[in-house]
């Protein structure tokens, strides 16, 4: 059963610098995507669990990518007998962009957030055990996720015009796994550091935090620009697209609008032309670009097993309710580029019972299963 949850908006309504998402809100729905198996992909408002604010910020970005992958990839599914050299072309050059915002958001977690949350050190000196043990738990599931994108990124790669079809057929259903264990991990990683964080540090600890990462992002060279358009993009709420641009300079406010409507045409759009070809793709893959409006009550859905339902009991924090921190500017790198950053071959992929050894098989599990 389809299940909605739409907020009236005024005509004309909508954050953004410059008026970038200003188009008019006729109806903002707060719901989630069913991707199979009792996984739904949705969004989290920031101000549910201050503890994660600073996670969800960089998670959200990256579910709003996701969303984009399976509009594509449910595109490609329906029209197998009819896709072109354009269709590969422009799902390479996407999936190239979209490791390349995972890479960044690993990077930063592994340098910066990760030595911050489970750094807690004891009275004698030493690591609390508890603590290195959740840590190592995270980078494993994590490894797990960049082994599993290796391996697509190759066989993506190794896609011609002659053996397109026959790829797609084979890469298709493992994105589709790729997209429920990606989602599964996020959930699984925000409710252990939820754990974590809540009884050990204050909010304020927490809003530096975020400011170092937005920081981070938009410092990050090159695709600095590129990468806070995709925080912005995937925030839950509007009020949410106003908290993140009040990180940025007065400069760089101003250069916004400028920035997005680059990204807007070298990557966002280019989902959108493949997802566009699908008679039958849901209305809200179309409707806007920014995640605050995205997805949206829409008539047919796909085949592919998108299903919008309401994404349950969250209240968005209101305008204001954190104020942000301006942070120095910090950079940080590794995750994805190559195969030798640490990862193993991509022939490994889902051995030794990792999150994807669990999930390759997505009817038979779902979201719920946490990290004890």
């Given at each position: 059963?389809t299940e909605?949850?739409?907020?009236?908006g005024r005509e004309?309504?909508?954050?953004?610098v410059?008026?970038?998402g200003g188009v008019?809100v006729q109806?903002r729905?707060e719901m989630g995507v069913?991707?199979g198996g009792?996984?739904?992909l949705?969004?989290?408002?920031?101000?549910s669990?201050?503890?994660?604010?600073?996670?969800?910020?960089?998670?959200?970005?990256?579910?709003r990518?996701l969303l984009?992958l399976v509009?594509?990839?449910d595109?490609i599914?329906a029209?197998?007998?009819?896709?072109d050299?354009?269709d590969?072309?422009?799902?390479?050059?996407?999936?190239g962009?979209?490791?390349q915002?995972?890479?960044?958001?690993?990077?930063?977690?592994?340098r910066?957030?990760?030595p911050?949350v489970?750094?807690?050190?004891?009275?004698?000196?030493?690591?609390?055990?508890?603590?290195?043990?959740?840590?190592?738990?995270i980078?494993?599931?994590?490894?797990?996720v960049s082994?599993?994108?290796?391996?697509?990124s190759l066989?993506?790669?190794s896609?011609?015009a002659?053996n397109m079809?026959e790829?797609f057929?084979?890469?298709?259903?493992q994105i589709?796994?790729?997209t429920i264990a990606?989602?599964?991990?996020y959930?699984?990683?925000?409710k252990?550091l939820?754990?974590v964080?809540?009884?050990?540090?204050k909010?304020?600890?927490v809003?530096a935090?975020?400011g170092?990462i937005v920081?981070?992002?938009l410092?990050?060279n090159?695709?600095?620009?590129?990468?806070?358009c995709?925080?912005?993009r995937?925030c839950a709420?509007?009020?949410?697209?106003?908290?993140?641009?009040?990180?940025?300079?007065?400069?760089?406010r101003?250069?916004?609008k400028?920035w997005?409507?680059?990204?807007?045409?070298s990557?966002?759009?280019?989902?959108?032309s493949?997802?566009q070809?699908?008679?039958?793709?849901?209305?809200?893959?179309?409707s806007q670009h920014v995640?605050?409006?995205?997805?949206r009550a829409s008539g047919?859905?796909?085949?592919?097993?998108?299903?919008?339902?309401?994404?349950g009991?969250?209240?968005p924090?209101?305008?204001?309710?954190?104020?942000p921190?301006?942070s120095g500017a910090l950079n940080?790198s590794g995750?994805?580029?190559?195969?030798r950053?640490?990862l193993?071959?991509?022939?490994?992929?889902?051995?030794?019972g990792g999150?994807?050894?669990?999930l390759?098989s997505?009817?038979k599990k779902?979201?719920e299963g946490?990290?004890?």
């Amino acid at each position: 059963r389809t299940e909605r949850c739409a907020e009236k908006g005024r005509e004309g309504e909508g954050g953004g610098v410059g008026g970038v998402g200003g188009v008019a809100v006729q109806a903002r729905v707060e719901m989630g995507v069913e991707l199979g198996g009792g996984v739904t992909l949705e969004f989290m408002p920031l101000g549910s669990r201050w503890a994660v604010d600073p996670f969800v910020i960089l998670h959200n970005a990256v579910r709003r990518e996701l969303l984009d992958l399976v509009g594509m990839i449910d595109s490609i599914d329906a029209r197998t007998d009819s896709l072109d050299v354009s269709d590969k072309d422009a799902f390479a050059d996407w999936w190239g962009k979209f490791q390349q915002l995972v890479t960044e958001t690993f990077g930063i977690e592994n340098r910066m957030v990760f030595p911050w949350v489970f750094g807690t050190v004891m009275p004698n000196g030493k690591l609390d055990p508890a603590m290195v043990e959740m840590k190592s738990q995270i980078i494993h599931e994590q490894q797990a996720v960049s082994r599993k994108f290796m391996e697509l990124s190759l066989a993506i790669q190794s896609c011609t015009a002659l053996n397109m079809k026959e790829t797609f057929a084979k890469i298709v259903p493992q994105i589709r796994s790729f997209t429920i264990a990606f989602v599964v991990y996020y959930k699984r990683m925000e409710k252990l550091l939820i754990s974590v964080i809540e009884p050990r540090f204050k909010k304020t600890d927490v809003q530096a935090l975020e400011g170092k990462i937005v920081s981070a992002t938009l410092a990050a060279n090159p695709g600095g620009q590129d990468y806070f358009c995709m925080l912005y993009r995937g925030c839950a709420t509007v009020a949410d697209q106003q908290h993140v641009q009040s990180y940025l300079s007065k400069a760089e406010r101003a250069s916004f609008k400028r920035w997005y409507q680059a990204v807007d045409k070298s990557h966002f759009s280019v989902a959108q032309s493949v997802y566009q070809k699908n008679p039958d793709a849901p209305a809200y893959l179309n409707s806007q670009h920014v995640g605050a409006f995205s997805p949206r009550a829409s008539g047919r859905l796909s085949p592919g097993g998108l299903s919008p339902r309401q994404s349950g009991a969250i209240s968005p924090r209101q305008p204001g309710a954190v104020s942000p921190r301006q942070s120095g500017a910090l950079n940080a790198s590794g995750g994805l580029h190559s195969p030798r950053s640490g990862l193993k071959s991509p022939r490994d992929a889902g051995k030794g019972g990792g999150l994807f050894g669990s999930l390759m098989s997505p009817r038979k599990k779902n979201a719920e299963g946490g990290l004890k």
